[in-house]
């Protein structure tokens, strides 16, 4: 007995070595076995749609329809594939899309002529393409057109008469020549810092090797994508992507602070990426506690027009992302990305989870369409799982407006009101005689509840009215509210207007009592920094302490480069003074600095504010004692201080007012309203 125990001690480890190893090999072997098709669908998601148009059932057939109508989506279509497929990856990615829509069309109508569409396309590009791309944002962007020929072919594998030697020449053209581009940026980063590129350059990119392990049956390169999903450097990585996390289930996008179009952009193709994975047993929607629901969760509310909490976002180029962007900097609301409906069958319709806002950007989306070559779209018809959990229409017809307000300013009057939950546009009626008759100036898609009537005669009394619309209707008109633009006239008796430093062309300014006060500034010059400075200044003198706010409503500016436009404080009108400046216009007409000059004929130096910083916009320049201030706000409300406060050693009298340069011959003109001087 004691022997066979000691035997039987022996043999443990042996045995459970055996063990492992068997369990480790099965393990493998299942990583290697990928579902074909399994790309964004499987063959039973193909079979779905195809079931559901056939019957013409509601909601799949609403969206089929809309692909059937989209030019891509047509068997005529023709590919202008490159050597070189980062010559022009805008076109790489539309045929890319051409090729997944026509594989779509074939495969749910039966009709052959798509699907060789599509054959031709892919063989076109396969045939063609005999290096790693390169380019502008190349490595980076191009991982778009990757993923999006990957999920193609995946399809269109199905085709039997897609001959094999083709499907190996693609499949070489994704390993030889895109894999290695998508792999060199995400390891390389173009050589920047790592937080340097927003969150949708790396998912596009770990999308595309995910894909490519998918298409290809590469283990490696769909681990590769996974591993980089949970614990990247970059930005791809989900806990980076969707950095902050807020109560209610809500988690901050990114690149909430930039723009909407990106943050969409980025959640869509975030659950592109999961869907791939889940379409291969791996769960990543539910990954760390289902992060990715609450950073859509969040991005749905904020593009409903519903308040959300936001924490300043910084990186390493010192971006200062002070707040959530808004309609003015990045299309809140306007419906632009086709995206909630994989989002929001995944989590509501097959998990059971609550998810308010996804579910309402699902319904005023509904039926999904295209929008975008970036997001693939038509996701009612990809992703519905259920009728009466996706009905179409998804509301009643919606209520009318309320809270109309419209605000005169020059040539224009800017009306808002408040959102209508459950509309997906609106209709803008005006006349020029209260309680109408009204005309139609304006119908939109979107859930913004704001217009610019930029059409408006000054002196002109007009009268609005605003009716909501969704899938079911037109709502009846909102309260009336009305208001008369003003032409601009000479400067109020203390303020004045003058040329500051060479300047090539002649500035000028006018004023009108609109929108508590409205000047308009157009000025060209050298620019506001260096040594010196060239601009268009409008000024009041200032004595001991003052305070200048003031709201940039717009620039006109169309020229790039380094105009600025905001607000300054000099010690006197010499080009070379003593000067400090809150303006935006650096970094592509966006980028709000705090400059100061502190001493006459120094140079100035540049603090950054909010590098997304677009019209309308508010700037403060505050000067206590010999420190001077700088703040930017979205609002006029909550402020913001930029960089640090600057000590400066000044005479008692000086300059306030409002600067305005093109840094060219050519005049960047601007509108500033709420000044104030304290």
Known sequence: MIHNDKKNLIMYPVKLLSFFLLLISGITAAAQTFTHPGGLHTKNDLDRMKTRVAAGAHPWIDSWNALVAHPKAQNTYTAAAKANMGVSRQRASADAVAAYLNALRWYISGDTSYAACSRKILNAWAYTVNQVPSGQDIPGLMGIAVYEFAVAAE??????????????????????????????????????????????????????????????????????????????????????????????????????????????????MLATFCQIAWNQGQDLYGYDNNRLLAGAEYTAKYNLWQDVPYTTYNNCDNVLNFWASEQNSGGRGR???????????????????????????????????????????????????????????????????????????????????????????????????????????????????????????????????????????????????????????????????????????????????????????????????????????????????????????????????????????????SSNAIAFSMTSGDGGVREARFGSRISNGGLMGFQTGNAYTRTPTWFRLKKAGNTVTAYQSTDGLTWFTVGNPVTVSMAGNYYVGL?????????????FDHITVD
């Open 155 to 268: 399809i269109l594998r199905l085709y039997p008469n897609w001959a094999q030697a083709d499907f190996n020449q693609f499949k070489k053209m994704m390993t030889t020549y895109l894999y290695p581009n998508c792999h060199d940026f995400l390891t390389r980063h173009n050589n920047a810092c790592i937080s340097h590129y927003w969150a949708n350059w790396d998912i596009c990119n770990i999308t595309a090797i995910l894909s490519i392990g998918v298409l290809c049956d590469d283990t490696a390169k769909f681990n590769e994508a996974i591993t980089y999903f949970k614990s990247g450097a970059g930005n791809g990585n989900i806990a980076r992507a969707i950095p902050f996390l807020h109560p209610g289930n809500l988690a901050q996008w990114q690149e909430t602070g930039r723009d909407q179009e990106h943050a969409l952009l980025g959640v869509g």
């Open 335 to 573: 419906l632009q990305r086709p995206i909630w409906e994989m989002i929001y069958n995944h989590y509501v319709v097959r998990k059971g989870l609550s998810a308010p806002y996804v579910k309402a950007m699902a319904e005023v989306n509904r039926p999904e369409g295209f929008e975008h070559d970036d997001n693939l779209g038509f996701g009612t018809l990809c992703y519905t799982l259920n009728a009466s959990a996706s009905p179409y229409p998804s509301s009643p017809v919606p209520s009318a407006p309320t809270g109309l307000k419209a605000t005169a300013g020059t040539g224009k009057v800017w009306l808002r009101w408040s959102p209508v939950a459950t509309a997906n546009g609106y209709n803008v009626l005006r006349s020029t005689t209260s309680g109408g008759p009204y005309t139609s100036i304006a119908t939109y898609r979107g859930t913004f509840p704001l217009y610019e009537d930029a059409g408006a005669t000054n002196g002109t009394r007009y009268y609005y009215v605003v009716s909501a619309i969704n899938q079911a209707g037109t709502s009846g008109n909102s309260p009336e509210a009305n208001a008369t633009p003003a032409a601009t006239a000479a400067l109020p008796a203390d303020w004045s207007r003058q040329d500051i430093g060479a300047v090539a062309t002649t500035g000028a300014a006018g004023y009108a009592q609109v929108s508590n006060g409205t000047f308009i500034v157009s000025g060209a010059g050298a620019g506001i920094g260096g040594a010196a400075d060239g601009l268009c200044y409008v000024y009041k003198r200032a004595t001991g302490d003052a305070t200048i706010t003031a709201r940039v409503a717009e620039s006109t500016w169309k020229g790039g480069g380094s105009q600025k436009t905001g607000i300054m404080l000099r010690e006197s009108l």
């Open 659 to 671: 600067a305005v340069t093109s840094s060219s011959s050519s005049l960047n003109t601007a509108t």
